[in-house]
């Protein structure tokens, strides 16, 4: 099977028109990697027809942002495509998502949910995210959509619009992917020099100590978590957030169940995002899960 690059959206129409079986949905602004592989083959595994879209959305850019140096590396993302079987490449250009102009009037607003984490830090990202989302899920027409969980608040997002809005869309949830070393991988990688990326690892490690102490309460994972970016040379921290995951606000000590640990931070000029998910004050027995039952001094 050959991977077709489609760069129009009645080409695309055409092309999706006459498909049997289920379609599956990746969307990427491109400069793909391994992440981006792994959202592929999760597709593959239940869909007939993969559609990956590649575009680079100004929208969910703010101005000063990165949006000018953006790795574009269309060739081998339609190559990494093909190892992988994609059916369609849809790569418009700008003119082609917002043919009357690239300041839509009516947009997707993401709400309280935008407003925070990330939304904090850059306000109106969300509205251009959801908005292109919602276009491009329009014009692919898939059953499933695939979004990492590095994007944490992006997937909530996605997730809560597709059912706000009534969107005929499944939307699944893959796990990080990482380096070797435990770096998360994003297409911003990129942008690091060696002693950044020494520096960004401190990121995944801050993740992983905060995680580890998740037995002894929501302050001693952020206490934790916060002992390994404090004073971490080349690392500006924005935020470290232990939160809800449905309503991402910071979860009180006494809370107990699922949260996300969630850290942005500016590593050299690059700004990286990375979280994890933990369970706050139970203890977990292989598969079993024992919530609110006392054992010694642990409350599981
Ligand atoms: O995660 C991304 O790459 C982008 O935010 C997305 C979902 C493709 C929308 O432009």
Do not use: W
Not at 128 to 148: C, E, I, M, Q, S
């Amino acid at each position: 099977m050959t991977t077709r690059l489609i760069h129009g959206r009645a080409e695309l129409r055409g092309a999706l028109a006459h498909r049997t079986g289920e379609v599956g949905v990746v969307m990427t602004m491109g400069a793909l990697h391994d992440g981006h592989r792994e959202l592929i083959k999760v597709a593959r595994r239940r869909c007939q027809v993969i559609v990956v879209t590649v575009f680079l959305n100004p929208l969910q850019f703010a101005p000063g942002e990165d949006l000018s140096r953006y790795p574009q590396t269309l060739d081998a993302d339609v190559a990494l495509c093909a190892e992988e079987d994609v059916d369609l490449v849809f790569a418009p250009d700008v003119a082609e998502v917002y043919p009357l102009g690239e300041q839509p009037q009516v947009r997707v607003q993401a709400g309280p949910l935008g407003d925070v984490l990330e939304g904090a830090s850059r306000p109106g990202h969300f509205d251009g995210v959801l908005t292109v989302v919602a276009k491009l899920l329009h014009l692919t027409g898939p059953d499933v959509a695939y979004f990492g969980q590095k994007d944490a608040q992006q997937l909530l997002l996605i997730r809560r619009m597709t059912q706000d809005l009534d969107f005929p869309v499944e939307v699944v949830a893959v796990p990080t992917v990482r380096d070797g070393d435990g770096l998360a991988l994003s297409s911003r990688n990129g942008y690091l020099t060696d002693d950044d990326r020494a520096a960004a690892l401190s990121l995944s490690r801050a993740l992983s100590a905060g995680a580890a102490a998740a037995g002894d309460g929501p302050d001693a994972v952020r206490r934790t978590a916060l002992a390994v970016l404090d004073g971490q040379p080349g690392v500006g921290l924005d935020y470290l957030a232990l939160v809800d995951p449905v309503t991402l606000q910071s979860v009180p000590a006494s809370y107990t169940g699922e949260a996300l640990l969630a850290v942005a931070a500016r590593v050299g000029p690059t700004r990286l995002i990375d979280n994890t998910l933990l369970t706050l004050g139970k203890l977990t027995l292989g598969k079993l899960t024992l919530g609110k039952l006392t054992l010694g001094t642990q409350e599981a």
